[in-house]
């Protein structure tokens, strides 16, 4: 940590901040420069993060040296992981596709789609049962009778099931039907639905919060890596700006970047990120290529009849030959859809 | 709402969505000018909501015309609402100063900092017992030891309590100590939380998510209204922009912008939207002018030992200056602080 | 400027690094911490800007620590700066109101809104004879003829002139009729252009672009500043965010950072923040309780015949009224308008 | 366009409105629903963009149909276009590859530099000679010097050359040394300077301002268009947002998104989006798979001695690397590098 003080700083108040730093067992350094004095400060990260600096008097900022988050750190664990979902290996060589409705509508719609996308390569069933909108008069899903439907599907298809958890009470029905519990955008940055996401034995996918940083969406998944589950795959599915063309901006660079700070494997929604079916497949090449281990996309055959986000969800047809090209591109760069 | 055919839109595809349309009961006006034939679509509005036109072949663009939100809204009440908590009437002439700590840290700083703002004019408490931080090794806040602190300063003051609530389990607890129930930031598209919050008898105090619309928090607000709790007081708190001189930036237009879409009152919060108690008083002193309702705003006497957010903790002198400005402002633009 | 090695760094690395800091005469602190070691460079500042470190093996990060502007900050010149603009001084006491027509449209136009606003309190006279259009085929300003009846509206009501430069080779005009010379949020970054307002005898109206931090916004202000003309007055006019309820979104809170940061006078423009009429009031007041030194406001009395932002313009009894309130609230805080 | 009036409309109002629509000889159609009533304005499209409609009274806003561009747009030319540079066609099969040193630093440098790439298969040179630098402080460019060192690698190497224009006072120095004239993102809203190249007979490469919409960029290459110069390219080159591990966010959506309004090629900054090296390659290939015509790409032997941007700066080394990976994405998309 680097306190960096005002110019016109005392020496009563670099005094009293080098006591309490001190008294820390921490070890300050002070430099002294023509216009600014600045105090390196040494020692033990947590310790150091426990000084509220900031409101000392005499300081004008402070600036992290150290990472925020450990657990889930390529500093802390070196080599890619992988996260097991049933059979399917999340973050080797293989490119993972995770496929299906936006929400689960009816029995027969859910396996319809199931047996479609499984037909076409997918190896994990998405479809939310409890659906988050942002009106209070929207569709908000079928609730358990969808978990029971997507487990039906798993029965048919052999495909692992990922479906959204929105509220700590509903653990022992995911517990009971998903395989893989995610955590949507917009809960991101609720600590408490991660702190239980982080006691279940399930491996979970942590989308990245819309206007959330790279680091704080390791913190998230630290959240739930601190509680002892480690399988988490984390997913980039857009981030809000300013551009309207598109639902959100997709980051892409977010994969790289994730890729350099964490060993946990890295998804991308194009879905979400593109509110629009036309520009998908696009978005999913680009994230082949830009070394994601995974996507995560939304099917439907009848996107006119579908009761959520319709308008970005391709139809059987589109997805088989987007599956194509990607397999082109995965081994292009040596990874296999 | 209105329907934006594509150039090359074919006469079946057109017929198709007419069709769609007239078998919901609603009626479709075509109009069909030069470069686009657009469809306007008269009818009941939760009704229309349910098409998902944009699914539809031969469709660019579809455009609401409808403000989303309906409890909420100016047109559903006219008048401004007054939201009543304990005895403190929050919306009507006068602007209220809800104060406090950020983290209830301890019995002792409590009362001592519930007395201090008491007697510089403070109508309402804020204290968190739950704390929601974005690193899962921060301090998580005292939990109910802390809700009963509140309570005690409460006792001691007659200030009612306004403290976050994060977790839907926690509800007895909060109907037990809060009179105000805070939604935080960042759970304000937690909608188990706000349908929780909406089932309660306690006013809400709920505040803007940083990546939120205005429309969306009116969405997020309807959540609790359509639930039958119409006490919600809305907070403004800065949003998420590249700037970085500022945590956040506060949105100061959203407070007349809400003020004509809805009838609820208007609170503005410039701790959390600055993160730096040096210009915290420019920004209270705006948002009364601006019309806000009131603030709530962030007091510590000892801001260097706080544990959570000291940078941006007035201390007490800081804070009876402001006080003393807002009220000539206040008088300034016809309110009393 | 704090330079964070990487873990894997090597002795070599830092060596190299080290030798190439002492070549200029820097004198670089080497702090070694259990997970990261650290340079602190000490020394002359220009120099230490001239070494692209980050582009060195074995550095992690980078860090500035002092600002990078000089002449327009405060440690420059502690005193809060005054410009003259005709007989006007900004930046003083008074809180000014610069106020007119978006563009100049006609003569007759020019002569009666600037007797309007005069006699209504405004003391510069706004006004746009070429004018920055987003598309090709918009109206482009009246250009030379634009800018003589902004100045025979100077002759009547002895108010200065405040009018966009676009284009270097204008100069010779803009000496000829112009007062106050404004570079327009579009051209902000545009350095050519800000040399050339650099090297006039006029004082310059320095809009902040839309996605400009407030350093950089200094930094353009530094180039105008560093030809030699530092009678700069600093305009927040809003910022883009994801937002749509506005046009751009006011940055309030840039008013007292800027304030700190440096010694010149800055202005905000409510009206292209807001891109709408009914909330300029609300705006305005806010910027006078913020502690701006004026407002720069659109007024025109036919908006519905205005070629140009006709949706942002007050009609002159919305002026009259916030020129009234505003008088209040610049008294509450010690002002006059 | 559209015209939503105000719940409170009166019918004088609506008549007003009626009246001026059908004065300019366009065509209005009134749909009366329950809540609103709305107006569907039928005719030419610039004559009804000049109607300043969201300043009529009663009016609640204002929606365009149609594109605010034309010369630029698919439905005016439905068929890519392609640009030739110099013997370099840019648009068609071929993915291009234009690869340079930030800034021109020596000619020395600038023939070393030119002859790697050109080896390694890169088809056009970039490099500043004029260089817009956020400080006044900061190294410049070194100005027609530079021009001349480009023309020599030319000769060298056969490749065009590609070069910032800042002034359009510089028009006639251009033509005589570059091959395709750049406007940087920080004047892609210089409308003077777009007017000027636009009447040059150089191509053009316009790159997206970082604070611009995919519709405004567009904007931009009409003014080049309207001019009478259709040879523009467009560069997607990051946009700025909350996000700050990279420079700018690489809104890769922008490409499809472009392709389908756009007839004109589109290409991909990754240095200036990244602003790093170690993630170039990455957003390279994902530019490749999502559609790009081509990349122009930042490389220096010796980044840390660059006088600009090094950070972001490829070696040779890493170039090469990027270049033959490039080659195998494009081929499983059908192109060739």
């Not at 097991?84 to 060589?93: L, P, T």
């Not at 439907?149 to 929105?166: C, D, I, K, S």
């Not at 006119?304 to 990607?326: I, N, R, T, Y």
Request: proline fraction near 6%.
């Amino acid at each position: 940590m680097i306190i960096v003080l005002r110019p016109d700083v005392t020496q009563d108040q670099v005094d009293h901040i080098l006591d309490e730093i001190t008294k820390l067992d921490l070890r300050p350094h002070v430099s002294t420069g023509e216009e600014r004095t600045i105090i390196g400060v040494i020692g033990e990260e947590d310790v150091i993060r426990t000084l509220p600096v900031e409101a000392y008097p005499g300081v004008e900022n402070v600036i992290p040296i150290l990472k925020p988050f450990k657990l889930v750190g390529r500093e802390f664990k070196p080599a890619n992981s992988v996260v097991k979902v049933g059979d399917v290996r999340i973050g080797g060589d293989a490119f993972t596709v995770a496929a299906g409705p936006c929400a689960v509508e009816s029995r027969e719609m859910t396996l319809r789609i199931a047996e479609t996308v499984h037909g076409l390569g997918a190896k994990v069933l998405r479809g939310g049962a409890f659906k988050p909108r942002t009106s209070p008069y929207s569709f908000q899903g079928l609730g358990e009778e969808g978990l029971k439907y997507l487990a039906e599907a798993r029965e048919r298809t052999g495909m692992p099931v990922v479906t959204e958890l929105m509220d700590p009470r509903h653990v022992p029905l995911f517990d009971e039907y998903a395989d893989m519990v995610q955590i949507g955008a917009r809960n991101m940055a609720n600590f408490t639905l991660l702190k239980e996401a982080g006691k279940m034995q399930k491996p979970v996918l942590l989308k990245r919060g819309m206007m959330s940083t790279v680091k704080e969406f390791l913190l998230s998944a630290e959240y739930v890596c601190s509680e002892g589950n480690m399988n988490v795959v984390l997913c980039e599915r857009g981030i809000r700006t300013f551009e309207t063309e598109t639902r959100n901006t997709l980051d892409i660079s977010a994969v790289p970047v994730i890729k350099q700070l964490s060993h946990l494997p890295v998804f991308v929604d194009p879905s979400h990120a593109a509110g629009r079916d036309d520009i998908i497949e696009s978005l999913s090449l680009a994230a082949v290529a830009a070394g994601a281990d995974g996507i995560i996309v939304e099917v439907h055959p009848e996107p006119e009849h579908a009761k959520s986000d319709g308008a970005q969800a391709l139809v059987p047809e589109q997805f088989a030959e987007m599956m194509h090209k990607m397999r082109a591109v995965a081994q292009a760069v040596g990874r296999k859809v």
